[in-house]
């Protein structure tokens, strides 16, 4: 038995008889609906749309589009508002919607593109690969062999890079922003017949999509170039998009982001379109599913299930607009699913760094839901203002620090406001096994959890026991990214395994397999973490970790990982040792953050240096580890890639212990080599 079929039938297995019933159904739907869909997109017209709707005519259809409650603000801004709390966000919007009106786009690390007129929305423009207008089952999504991003014609057709045009016709109120709107919604739906090619293949992308088409209706709802023809070809879309998502749930052994996205979009739809036994029935499902899976996908720490920060992020988005969607409408949210909410918020806090920056933990592919804000990629603090919006709480709302332009154009001006960020504290989230020790300029995020989504791997990485730190605002060890999916299965695979994180790597192995490499979302369940020791006070903060993952080995060996932070003199120590006897080749990397030089200054000394800025690496017993600086990469965002170097320690032969400790470069070595000394006895042998 191959390794794909022995993990599809325990997927099948983890399903149970209802899973199974519910993929079976998908499988079926995706081989007869394209048959069908042509027949039924047609026929959805006129007077038949319009009982589709529960409405006399379209016009009404229409009004309630525009009048229903909505969780987003659409209102066009009060311009003393923006200025005074987001200076630079008028000119920030306008050149973004002119660079929409030239067609040009920056997506997935493609760099500035202008797209052809009419736009081939089934053209992977990155790798010069168009998917051919054929039933969705038939693609091979992962495109090997083509080199190929399925998620770069996605990720057009999702339309989010038409937003600016929005916000640029609320700032101004001029008709050729909804003309340009117009005129690309209607090249998209004469290019993608309903259920057919490839950005009908992913019913996350359709739900993705459907949230922007409602944004569109509620800005532009009274533009005078949305006549009645297009408002009933943007009604028709709608309801076939909520058909498609409704029927096309992405049901599993282990639910995800992807189900969250298709039950989001049902809540949406179902609050925006005319009430209809039908609507209803999308508004209610997707809601009740969201109360069960809110508890399954987040811990009770607060963390999601998927071992990533930026998923973290987009799930917590769907989250929050759903809620924020049931509260326009008068309805309560629950306060299950609001401390699941707060509990988000709260992981939120605690692994922003000051600066705003975000870990780079477990995958990333840039995915938002309704993206308004022009905040760097990886500064998350505006999730902070959403949440105290959506869970009215003030305390939330200070945490963000300040003045958000995601949250000013999601709820409008009263949900954003200046202030200064509380401090945060260090903090453990005990099911994800994440810790983040934190000082005043001091920010630690370590990894001592188990792999993702309940063991499958998901967007989790080959990361337990690895970690990123900045010491004293400076930027020293970083996590590698995830760079890119399955446009190139062998760079995915290294950016998630063992080699591309700050963790050991013992005998070239992998903390846990791959099930089967051409399996990208997939690993074994081998590396079961355990903490030891946990502890924090004002002054120094404590963790010691080990995992299962190499004792599978012959002979097995445990390593056994403590962190020590020094808050007051920005030193951290990390000190591996290993249980475990027989001989072993192990490797000890650190990837060093863009831009900084490493050099060997003398023995078990090294000097960081990124301009005036200096910082050095002092490590014990020299004359038992190799040391080596190697090229690396490090992708900050998907599709993109810098160099960096890699700080590797190595050595062949019996176990031996490794301390290392990251020091301001000012500092006496004597007295840091004192210091570990110090620290390392306290330790014993946790």
Known sequence: MTPRIAEALRRLRRMGPQGAARLATRLVRARTEPLLAPGHQRRL??????????????????????????????????????????????RRVLAQAEAAHARTVDLLGSGPTTLPTPIDWHWDFKAGHAWPLIAPHRLDLRGFG??????????????????????????????????????????????????????????MDVALRSVALLWFARVFH????????????????????????????????????????????????????????????????????????????????????EGSVPYHRLVMELFLVAAAARKAAGQDVGDAYAGRLAGMARFVSAY???????????????????????????????????????????????RAGGAHAEAFWWFGPRATANGVAETIQSRRFAEAGVHVMRGDTDHVFIDAGPVGMAGRGGHGHNDCLGFEAHLAGQPLIVDCGAYLYTADAKARNRFRGTVSHNSPMIDGAEIN?????????????????????????????????????????????????????????????????????????????YHLARGLDAEVSAPGRMLLRSGATGYQVLWSAPEDWTITIEDGWQSPSYGIKHSIKVVVFSRQGAPAPLSVALAPAERSPAAVHRWINDQISELGQD
């Open 222 to 305: 009274q533009a005078e170039a949305w006549d009645e023809a297009f408002r009933e070809r943007l009604l028709r879309l709608l309801v076939l998009h909520g058909d498609f998502v409704f029927r096309h749930l992405e049901w599993s052994d282990v639910g995800g982001n992807h189900l969250i996205t298709d039950l989001t979009a049902l809540v949406m739809l179902g609050h925006g379109l005319a009430e209809t036994p039908e609507t209803q029935r999308w508004r209610e499902t997707g809601w009740r599913h969201l109360n069960q899976e809110i508890m399954v996908q987040v811990g009770a720490d607060g963390v999601d299930f």
């Open 146 to 203: 083509t080199a190929s991003d399925v998620k770069v014609p996605w990720e057009m057709s999702r339309l989010q890079w038409l937003l600016p045009v929005g916000q640029a016709y609320l700032l101004t109120q001029d008709d050729r922003h909804a003309a340009l709107v117009r005129d690309i919604i209607v090249e998209w739906d004469d290019a993608n017949p309903a259920s057919m090619g490839v950005n009908w293949a992913c019913a």
């Open 513 to 589: 397999r791959f099930v089967d490499p051409a399996m990208l979302f997939t690993l074994h369940d081998d590396a079961r973490p355990e903490v030891r020791r946990w502890s924090s006070g004002d002054a120094r903060d404590v963790l010691v970790a080990a995992h299962s993952g190499y004792r599978r080995l012959t002979p097995p060996i445990t390593p056994v990982r403590a962190w020590v932070l020094d808050k007051g003199a920005h030193t951290l120590l990390i000190h591996d040792r290993f249980e475990g006897s027989g001989k072993h080749a192990i490797r000890v990397p």
């Open 352 to 398: 922003t760094r000051p600066d705003g920056s975000a870990p780079d933990w477990g995958d990333a592919d840039d995915g938002r839901v309704l993206p308004l804000g022009g905040q760097a990629l990886n500064d998350h603090r505006y999730l902070l203002a959403l949440a105290a919006r959506v869970l009215e709480d003030d305390a939330l709302k200070r």
């Open 45 to 90: 017209v006129g007077r038949a749309l319009a009982r589709r709707l529960g409405v006399a005519d379209l016009q009404s259809a229409w009004r309630h589009l525009a009048d229903a409650p909505s969780p987003f603000d659409t209102a066009p801004p009060a311009a003393p508002a923006l200025e005074r709390l987001l200076p630079d966000e008028h």
